[in-house]
């Protein structure tokens, strides 16, 4: 069974610019989530996709957003970068979304905007 | 709004002695509870999860027993490794959060030999 899978692992960046992060979910899950955590910090949770739908948002602006496609993979779209978008891109999924669900971690991209 | 908090580190012990880390939270309704560990450029792992009052999770030799009276889900071990050395993050999903988690600051754990 493959895991949740993340690219690119790296990524380095200049203010103003956009960026697009990827992510492929656990064989079978229909949910995937995404979290920022900074440096030191623990994740701070961006927003859900189930069925390819947005199912929940944490407090990020409108410049972040995702998509979800029919295989329920993911993408995580950020545009006009600044310097505290610095940090490291979680995708999480699971294979229902309820509270008592395991949530699967991928490796995560890390994002460095200069 | 829901909301975990985790004690102070980071933590420093020799191998084989007992650790434990606090975490208190805060939500509505009857929450899960998890604990995560983060290993140095990895992602996060599942250590164990209590989804309902009074449960105990386990794994690894650790354990952590959801107490809904102190609102607590505090991480144990009875002897730690060195392999241990680790960040450790307790979150939960539900109250509010529909099912998102939402994570305390971490605790950083270092074992020495």
Known sequence: ETGVTQSPTHLIKTRGQQVTLRCSSQS?????SWYQQALGQGPQFIFQYYREEENGRGNFPPRFSGLQFPNYSSELNVNALELDDSALYLCASSLVRTSEETQYFGPGTR???L | GDSVTQMEGPVT???EAFLTINCTYTATGYPSLFWYVQYPGEGLQLLLKA??????????????TYRKETTSFHLEKGSVQVSDSAVYFCALSGGTSYGKLTFGQGTILTVHP
């Open chain 1, 28 to 32: 079978g899950h229909n949910t995937v």
């Open chain 1, 111 to 113: 994002l460095l905007v």
């Open chain 2, 13 to 15: 012990l020799s191998e």
């Open chain 2, 51 to 64: 989804t309902k009052a009074d449960d105990k999770g386990s794994n690894k030799g650790f354990e952590a």
